[in-house]
């Protein structure tokens, strides 16, 4: 991407200066009229509510304006714009997890459990998405259910929290989630829609280029955050996708990015796509950190806030592929937060690949006192 938004001029469709407009209608008048008006002259105070009315006209001519530039559109303007290259705005998903239904007793014949069946974990409810059949002498069956509820809500209830039957039937015993909930995503923001906007463009290349697929791999869920294409070999793609938060994909969301950049529409004849989960480069957080002496009236709250900026440098530092683990950003984080130095022994800067992580694994964070 060549271009960023940011770094563009601002833009101006109408001047909407309250200051400039009533001036200028102000003075017209008066050379118009020969008139000069006093601060309470009925005739000014008539002519500031018309510059009233034209303020707020050049606001929203100003606004409608904006509404057709890509770095300022919003709402469904951005979806119109979008609308231009092809682009949809990537729409709210749903969780969902694998049930296991057990019945009392083996049948003598086929039990049909209905598609719509409902579980709940509090208070959420979980519905089958199809069918399922319990053959003749078993007692099991597996089926996908949906959360009703879209978005990131029904994600991660791990295997076995799902246990409550909201709708019966005949011989049932029991109902468990075999697999963790996941793929549930809110519906794609502006800022995020704007970006694949902007990207679009890549996708009118035949030649497979990296941003294209970056494109593409990014339309299966709003819930990706980064995508690392590279080419180990001739005629190999190796595509690497991290969630949200820093999270490692599950294996239905990387089939599902497999599925959409293998496309004959998408990939070259002679690409060879592979996706898989980023490599993990491993580190732990310890150190010790001092405050000043000067400072001590304020130790609990500086104690407070230098856990809050760990926890921020944690999240920040796997939130992208290829972010080096870098142990300057913790301590001037650390030192921002009030405390006087910090001795870190762990983490130790650390080269990471664009198709790894970083992940944390032990923290020990120890308060050296004042000093």
């Not at 070999?233 to 599902?256: E, Y």
Request: charged content about 15%.
């Amino acid at each position: 991407m060549s271009i960023t938004l940011s770094s563009l001029p601002t833009v101006t469709f109408a001047e909407k200066d309250s200051t400039t407009i009533e001036s200028a209608i102000i003075t017209t008048y008066e050379s118009i009229s020969g008139k000069t008006l006093a601060s309470g002259d009925p005739v000014r105070l008539f002519l500031l509510s018309i510059a009233s009315l034209i303020i707020q006209q050049r606001t929203i001519i100003n606004n409608a304006g904006k509404m057709n530039l890509l770095a300022y559109a919003t709402s469904s303007y951005l979806d119109h714009i979008g609308a231009l290259l092809g682009v949809e705005r990537t729409a709210a998903t749903y969780a969902t997890t694998t049930l296991k239904f057990t019945i009392s007793a083996a049948q003598t014949s086929v039990l049909t459990i209905a598609s719509g069946t409902r579980v709940s974990v509090g208070s959420l409810i979980f519905a089958t998405t199809e069918d399922v059949e319990i053959a003749i002498g078993d007692t099991t069956a597996t089926v996908t259910a949906k959360c009703t509820t879209v978005g990131t809500t029904g994600n991660g209830y791990l295997a076995g929290q799902i246990t409550q039957i909201v709708d019966t039937f005949t011989y049932f015993k029991s109902v468990i989630n075999t697999t963790i909930s996941s793929g549930g995503a809110a519906e794609e923001s502006d800022d995020e829609f704007r970006t694949r906007i902007q990207e679009a463009p890549e996708t009118f290349s035949v030649a497979g280029s990296s941003g294209a697929y970056e494109y593409w791999a990014k339309t299966a869920s709003t819930s990706i955050s980064d995508v690392a294409v590279t080419s180990p070999g001739a005629g190999t793609v190796d595509i690497r996708v991290l969630m949200s938060g820093g999270t490692l994909p599950t294996q239905t969301m990387l089939d599902s990015v497999l599925e959409i950049c293998s496309a004959d529409d998408v990939r070259p004849l002679t690409d060879n796509v592979t996706v898989a989960a980023p490599d993990t480069v491993s580190y732990d957080i310890n150190l010790t950190y001092y405050i000043d002496s000067d400072s001590s009236s304020l130790a609990t709250s500086i104690q407070t806030a230098v856990t809050t900026v760990i926890t921020t440098y944690t999240t920040w530092q796997c939130a992208a592929l290829g972010r080096d683990i870098n142990p300057s950003e913790l301590i001037y984080l650390i030192v921002a937060a009030g405390a006087k130095r910090a001795v870190v022994t762990s983490p130790v800067y650390t080269a990471v690949a664009d198709t790894a992580v970083a992940k944390l694994g032990i923290s020990t964070v120890t308060y050296g006192g004042v000093e």
